[in-house]
Structures are given as C-alpha cells and as structure tokens.
C-alpha cells in the first residue's frame, strides 16, 4: 500500500513538471508572434513613408524626368502597364488601341483602374503643387501594402483619390499598381 501511495505521488510530481515544461514551451512562441506583428505593422508604416516621400519627390522634380523618376519608383511591370495605359490611341510611342491595351494587359491588372490616356498618379495635365492629402494602409500582406491614397492641389481646388499598391522587392519599396478614380 504504502508502494502504491509512494508511486502515485511520484507520478503526480512528473505530471506537474511536465506541465510547467509545456507552459514554458509555448511563451517563447507568443513572443516571437508579437515580434513579427511588430515588425509587420513596421514594415506597413515604412511602405507609408516611402510611398508619400516618393510621390511628393516626384510632382517636385523637374517636369523633363518624369518618365525617368517614374521608372525609379515603380516596378518593370507597372511602369510598362501605366506607359502603355498613358499612350492608348496615340500614334507616338508605339501606343496601343484601346483592345490592344486589354488583351495585353487584363491578365495582370484591373485594367478598368488605369487611368488610360491620363498621367501617373493624377489625371490633370497641369498641376500646381502636389500634395498628399492622405495615405491611409487599407491592406498589408507579406512584401505588399494597400493604401488609400489622396493627392490634392489647393491652388487648382483638385483631390485625386486612387488606391495604391507597394511592394517590397529586393530591400526596395516600389508602386506596383494605381488604381486611379476621376479628378473631383
């Protein structure tokens, strides 16, 4: 009897340790889950800040290197798509007729987003002063954050609305699409 009862505690201590052994596994996992939401919501709020530096950078630099300070800021695709888009119709630049630009294209983005025949980011010609009115994340996957985008210029009383797609690639911040909306 006494065995039994000696036996019996000795299975009740094991029990307990091995609790304790099993509590002590699963906090370095919440930890390291907190950690990468950290890092997550991190990563969102760079992707914000490089995105609004970007656009300013862009409308503030000299009208001569738009095509040039596009291309730093997007990626090979979206630069090709929204050139494309920009030139549909037009006989300079090899441009595309308006089913050329679909088939081309419709596999790979919203083409009822492109903002065909307007600029990138806004759909005036002329502009004053490009501002970001406000940038706000909608979205954040691995590498890929969605924002919701207003540009505004108050001397022309403009807001251009657009939700703006960036992607993480090789360390880099980049604009993978603009799904643009009408000048208001």
Do not use: H
Request: aromatic share 10%.
């Amino acid at each position: 009897m006494k065995r039994t009862i000696i036996a019996s505690l000795f299975l009740i201590i094991a029990c307990k340790e091995e609790k304790k052994e099993i509590k002590t596994e699963a906090q370095p996992q919440q930890i390291e889950e907190k950690v990468v939401l950290n890092n997550e919501s991190n990563e969102a709020e760079d992707a914000k800040k490089w995105l609004e530096k970007s656009i300013v950078d862009y409308f503030k630099a000299d009208i001569g290197s738009e095509e040039k300070n596009m291309r730093k800021i997007t990626t090979k695709d979206y630069f090709d798509y929204k050139m494309d888009a920009i030139n549909v119709d037009l006989d300079v630049d090899g441009g595309l007729t308006e089913k050329e630009f679909q088939d081309k294209w419709k596999a790979k983005f919203d083409i009822s987003k492109a903002g065909v025949g307007v600029g990138f980011l806004i759909a005036a010609q002329d502009w004053d002063k490009i501002e970001v009115g406000s940038c706000d994340l909608e979205l954040s996957s691995k590498d890929e954050y969605l924002f919701n985008v207003v540009l505004t210029d108050k001397k022309i009383k403009a807001e251009y609305p657009s939700v703006i797609k960036v992607v993480k690639e090789n360390g880099s911040f980049l604009i993978a699409d603009v799904w643009q909306d009408e000048p208001k």
